[in-house]
């Protein structure tokens, strides 16, 4: 009895594949263009199908002419109506209108569709009104908020801009908030005014316009109004602040005390 397959044939089988890929790419290109090319279209570069030449839309299995209107241009892209409006101009439904620029006013956006004031002015609904900038002030680069800021040594009130009154042993700050002004090293602020600090004795400016102003120097602790020198026991020695004082170890802290910890200590 004879065993032995058939010999199986390679290129049968390489007919049969290419056969079953080549009936969905017949279907589908007799689906979008009825087996033909029609006029003014290209066969895609990758798949099956075409696509419809620039200045053609796809219509019913046909590429139609796009109709341009006045003041546009065509586009590259296969979505949409295929134009755009040039620069200045809006499309209105099927047409390109001229964008009503008011006076003050510029093109803005990449498309030149829209506008925007120029220095000096600000947007109400359709036309540009000009900041009015009061004496002392200039015009900022923001349209927003008042438009503009006023001089150094003057701040805003309402719509001007008033002088700044800074008081003896003082200075202008850079800003015009809070005060505008502050006291001058060795002062302190005092409701309207900048009295002197009252330096006690060991004690330095601490250069903060908070608490005392002052700090008291190494060695010496703060008690209420002065600088009273700090008292190290024995085996002691001044903390980092120096204005207290640690054990040297082995010793611990025990009331005002270093002690080695023994019970007859």
Not at 53 to 72: Q, W
Not at 210 to 225: D, L, T
Request: with cysteine; proline share 5%.
């Amino acid at each position: 009895m004879n065993t032995r397959r058939p010999k199986f044939d390679v290129f049968a089988y390489a007919l049969i594949c290419l056969a079953a890929f080549a009936v969905p790419a017949e279907l589908a290109l007799a689906q979008e263009g009825k087996g033909a090319l029609p006029s003014n279209a290209t066969a895609k570069t990758y798949g099956s199908g075409w696509e419809c030449d620039r200045g053609y839309r796809k219509n019913a299995g046909s590429c139609i002419a796009v109709t341009l209107p006045v003041n546009a241009y065509l586009t590259d892209s296969n979505h949409g109506v295929g134009w755009a409006c040039q620069h200045g101009f809006k499309q209105n439904d099927v047409n390109c209108l001229p964008v009503a620029l008011p006076a003050n006013a510029f093109l803005s956006g990449r498309s030149g569709d829209r506008w925007s004031c120029g220095r000096g002015f600000r947007q109400q609904k359709n036309y540009c009104e000009a900041i009015s900038v009061p004496a002392n002030g200039y015009l900022t680069e923001r349209s927003s908020g008042s438009g503009w800021t006023c001089e150094r040594g003057y701040r805003a009130m309402a719509d001007n801009c008033v002088a700044i009154v800074v008081p003896e042993n003082a200075y202008l700050t850079p800003s015009s908030y809070d005060a505008g002004w502050e006291c001058d090293r060795g002062y302190r602020k005092v409701g309207g005014a900048c009295n002197a600090i009252a330096l006690p004795s060991n004690a330095y400016l601490s250069g903060r316009s908070y608490g005392h102003g002052w700090e008291c120097a190494r060695g010496y602790r703060k008690v209420e109004e002065a600088c009273v020198a700090v008292k190290v026991p024995q085996n002691a020695h001044l903390d980092f602040a120096g204005h207290n004082w640690d054990c040297n170890k082995p010793y611990r802290k025990r009331m005002e005390a270093c002690t080695s910890g023994d019970r007859n200590d």
